[in-house]
């Protein structure tokens, strides 16, 4: 099993930027590839931004590209999202999700691919 808990998010105004932060425990972080997903009231849940097992693979949905970055820290066991230039089209439920993978540069995009999930953390931008 592995537990996920996530945290930083909160209310900003359009413009603004806000960290996302993924604390990862139980089994051995580095061998997850990891991904930040959201779901909007109405709205399927869908992936923002995916990163490798290594750190070196990152991947992003294209409406985020250029205003998000996803990076890990295995020693650590974190995974973080610093978000940029929020659009209240970001606004959303954010979810940090674990998924096993044998390829230390594999990302994994889609969310069947994910086993283990976070709560979920609130962002909500106002305009």
């Known amino acids: 099993q592995v537990q996920l808990v996530e945290s930083g998010g909160g209310l900003v105004q359009a413009g603004g930027s806000l960290r996302l932060s993924c604390a990862a425990s139980?089994?051995?972080?580095?061998?997850?590839?990891m991904g930040w997903f959201r779901q909007a009231p109405g709205k399927e849940r869908e992936v923002v931004a995916a990163i490798s097992r290594s750190g070196g693979g990152t991947s992003y949905y294209d409406f985020v590209k250029g205003r998000f970055t996803i990076s890990r820290d295995n020693a650590k066991n974190t995974v973080d999202l610093q978000m940029n230039s929020l659009k209240p089209e970001d606004t959303a439920v954010y979810y940090c999700?674990?998924?096993?993978?044998?390829?230390?540069?594999?990302?994994?995009?889609?969310?069947?691919?994910?086993?283990?999930w976070g709560q979920g953390t609130q962002v909500t931008v106002s305009s």
């Open positions: 139980g089994r051995t972080f580095s061998n997850y590839a």
């Open positions: 999700a674990a998924g096993s993978t044998l390829m230390w540069d594999r990302i994994l995009t889609g969310p069947n691919a994910y086993s283990y």
